[in-house]
């Protein structure tokens, strides 16, 4: 295990990425796990309306997933009555990113001019170049998680999209309500109650587990990777390295595929521990790691790119000139 800017020894990790057309094999260089602890971020920058914004950065090969290759964290704090971005509306990222919220109830502005109310455990995810904020609507701090480096921007309005004509229905947001859950799945061997959500066109999957105290979940690993969120309690995982780590409210731990851990045991002194957790949706195999020596993920997903537009930039001063050399001729 390494917090989300140490080093340690890496392995390779082989992944494979299907598109309609073809296929394309990328070796990566990645850790074990990563652990991304709330009282030791990479950096911290206060915003003028009162809000704070934490980041956590870990050094890895990167591809455009949760879960494949551990992804930048970022933390926004916001006092009661204020908004993100600060002027209040809407901002739009390079990249898709999902939100937890892990305390207080605010609200999520979407692409199409609605809200949506939100509170600890509710997640909000948005494609790549889609509108959207949050505020906080409640009597104390929102705090908020999100799996993105925080490329924003609301000077200009969002890019166009170009997608392929099979996905033009595809689904840019999406909104999960932990709180209002009514759909648990038990497992009574580990007092455990899960909440699925299954991919669906470009919304990830994800899960909400929300576990007794005392449980234990046996030695096991994700093969597609695994991002975890706490939002309440504590979890202790064995496996990380020679000693049991313990991850609190607001910590998280992301796990490489095919990288085998455990147990895990849930320590929330409060009667459960609540995460939320990505993955494909993250499945558990309870079994070692397996045996190969290079662990190949083939998935198939949408990929998500922006381009800077250069010739936008050429187009606005040609017409900046043409409108000052009309004013003169007037």
């Known amino acids: 295990m390494i917090p989300a800017s140490g080093l340690a020894a890496t392995l390779v990790l082989h992944l494979v990425l299907l598109s309609a057309c073809c296929g394309r094999s990328v070796g990566l260089n990645v850790p074990d796990s990563v652990h991304y602890l709330a009282r030791s971020p990479d950096g911290r920058e206060s915003i003028s309306n009162g809000g704070l914004i934490e980041r956590w950065l870990p050094s890895s090969d990167k591809v455009p997933d949760f879960t494949l290759t551990p992804p930048v964290m970022t933390k926004f704090t916001l006092p009661v009555g204020v908004a993100f971005p600060e002027e209040g509306g809407t901002y739009w990222l390079d990249q898709e990113a999902a939100y937890v919220v892990l305390s207080g109830s605010g609200v999520f502005n979407t692409s199409d001019g609605s809200e949506r109310a939100a509170v600890a455990g509710d997640v909000y995810y948005s494609a790549a170049g889609l509108p959207h904020g949050f505020a906080n609507k409640g009597s104390s701090p929102l705090v908020v998680v999100a799996t993105t480096a925080y490329n924003f921007s609301w000077i200009s309005g969002p890019p166009s999209a170009v997608l392929p004509e099979k996905s033009k229905a595809l689904i840019g947001q999406g909104f999960w309500a932990t709180s209002s859950a009514t759909q648990w799945i038990r497992d009574p061997q580990t007092n455990t ?138």
Not at 285 to 292: K, T, Y
Not at 297 to 318: C, D, E, G, W
């Open 193 to 330: 109650d899960f909440g699925i959500w299954k991919p669906k066109a470009m919304l990830p999957g994800a899960m909400a587990i929300r576990v007794a105290d005392s449980a234990m979940v046996p030695r096991h690993y994700h093969p597609e990777g695994v991002l975890y969120i706490i939002v309440s309690g504590q979890l202790v995982v064995a496996g990380d390295s020679e000693q049991n780590a313990t991850l609190d409210a607001g910590d998280m731990r992301w796990a490489r595929p095919g990288f085998a851990y455990g147990p895990e045991w849930f320590t929330g002194a409060r009667g459960e521990t609540l995460m939320i957790v990505f993955g494909a949706p993250p499945r558990m195999v309870f079994e070692d790691s397996p045996p190969q020596e290079t662990f190949t993920i083939r998935k198939a997903t949408t990929l998500q790119v922006s381009y800077p537009n250069t010739q936008h930039a050429q187009q606005q001063l040609l017409q900046q000139q043409q409108q000052q050399q009309q004013q003169e001729q007037e």
